[in-house]
């Protein structure tokens, strides 16, 4: 797929493509079984995909950064499925 790509995306930009769209897919999947997660992956899904196609043009510094924001969304997902566990308990 990367050959076909490469004319709008970077060589990594494929590969965070990739990624985002998996992710995404993992929600899809879930919402038609029925199974709705409560932190859903979707936050993590859409950021890889909006740095994916954003980087050449819209936000250089971005894609330099796609990483951090991947990880602080993690952070945040995290810090609400454990504030809604010590609510429950």
Not at 5 to 17: F, T
Not at 42 to 51: E, F, Y
Not at 69 to 89: D, E, K, M, N, Q
Request: glycine share 8%.
């Amino acid at each position: 797929m990367q050959p076909v790509l490469e004319p709008w995306l970077p060589r990594w930009g494929s590969l965070v493509l990739g990624l985002g769209v998996g992710l995404l897919l993992v929600v899809s999947l879930d919402r038609a079984a029925g199974r709705g997660r409560s932190p859903a992956p979707l936050v993590p899904g859409a950021i890889p995909v909006v740095v994916a196609t954003a980087a050449r043009s819209c936000f250089p510094r971005l894609t330099r950064l796609w990483s951090w924001l991947l990880v602080a969304a993690g952070v945040a997902l995290v810090a609400t499925s454990l504030r809604r566990r010590t609510r429950r308990a």
